[in-house]
């Protein structure tokens, strides 16, 4: 285990607690979609028409943006930029950190604000940090993830054989 | 690091192919995403200059199959290569959980792979990484040109710790997938040994 880069673990009980929260923001901001993402370019959850969307390659680029933009943010002996904004001609982006790890996305378009998104994102951001503490608070127990603990080379292997 | 999803039952890990430029880190995920099935893989993304050089990474998400029940997705990832391309290269390996080293064969990049190798191990140690510890494989790649060193030198050179090695021809496809598969064991087993 890497303590500069945790594993990332989600269980059900947290991720619809999670979901609710994407879910309001998605309406009380009026956007069209909402994703988080995993700083390592996994998407955790989703809101809205985000089933449009090839959210894996979106979740990889994002990830990569916000590394760069961190990696520039450095060198200006910044800590981090916390959010960012892309304005598009139809559809704009908005993404802030949660947290160390997490980026949350939000998709717009001309039917809301930018002020607005921000706002509203603000209130998701902190409902939404203590729940990804917890997780983080649970993965690092022992015996946190039993069923990978069965896995046996045979099976590993298996998963190999054509 | 691994995301373990017990919601939706997934296991999903990051593999990023090292090595200097040109080596044929991109043509190995190109190979790989040509010979695996739709339903397997995802878009594969390629952020490069016009000259085909990889800017900032490549990108080729995989489904490998079920484990115990868990869909086992894996992100493949490529660093740019060029010695200028440093700080991207930091960036593209947080969160690594396997590495695979793409040495080139040619005699005349002897001394690129060695300075790639060692820029290797210390950007993993700016994150908090052993290259000791970390499920890692070395493929010799371009084994079909007559300027290709013997294994054996560069496995002395490039390989100390003897770690599982291939030969490749990743334009051909010799060795990719041998490559991959062992890595991705790699991971699991460190996975399942991590929890």
């Given amino acids: 285990m890497n303590p500069m880069n945790p594993q990332l673990v989600m269980f059900e009980e947290e991720l619809k607690q999670i979901q609710k929260i994407v879910d309001r923001l998605l309406q009380d901001s009026r956007s069209r979609s909402i994703l988080l993402i995993d700083k390592n370019g996994q998407l955790v959850a989703a809101s809205g028409s985000a089933h449009e969307l090839d959210t894996t390659s979106l979740s990889s680029l994002v990830a990569g943006n916000v590394a760069a933009t961190g990696g520039i943010a450095q060198l200006l002996q910044e800590d981090e930029f916390t959010g960012q904004f892309h304005e598009g001609k139809g559809m704009s982006i908005n993404m802030s950190l949660v947290g160390r790890r997490i980026i949350l996305v939000v998709l717009f378009d001309k039917g809301t604000t930018p002020g607005l998104v921000r706002l509203r994102v603000k209130r998701a951001q902190d409902e939404l940090v203590p729940i990804f503490e917890a997780l983080a608070v649970k993965a690092s127990q022992p015996n946190s993830s039993p069923a990978l603990q069965e896995i046996t080379d045979q099976d590993i292997d298996d998963l190999f054989n054509d | ?195």
């Fill in chain 2, 1 to 195: 690091m691994s995301f373990i999803n017990y919601s939706s039952r997934e296991i999903n890990c990051k593999l990023v192919y090292y090595g200097p430029g040109l080596c044929g880190k991109t043509t190995n995920l190109q190979y790989i995403y040509n010979k695996t099935r739709p339903e397997a893989k995802g878009k594969m993304i390629s952020l490069a200059t016009e000259t085909e050089r990889t800017l900032f990474f490549d990108f080729l998400p995989l489904s490998l199959g079920e484990i115990r029940g868990f869909k086992t997705r894996f992100h493949l990832y490529t660093v740019p290569g060029q010695v200028f391309y440093d700080a991207s290269r930091k960036l593209i390996l947080k969160g690594v959980d396997g590495v695979c080293f793409v040495a080139d064969s040619q005699e005349e990049r002897y001394d690129a792979n060695i300075e790639s190798l060692e820029n290797l191990r210390l950007n993993l140690q700016e994150q908090g990484y052993d290259l000791d510890k970390l499920p890692y494989v070395v493929q010799y790649n371009k084994r079909d040109l007559p300027n290709a060193m013997s294994v054996a030198e560069l496995s002395k050179m490039l390989n100390p710790t003897q770690v599982p090695e291939f030969d490749g021809v990743a334009t051909t496809g010799i060795g990719v997938f041998d490559t991959l598969k062992m890595l991705a064991k790699l991971v699991l087993a460190e996975l399942r040994k991590g929890t």
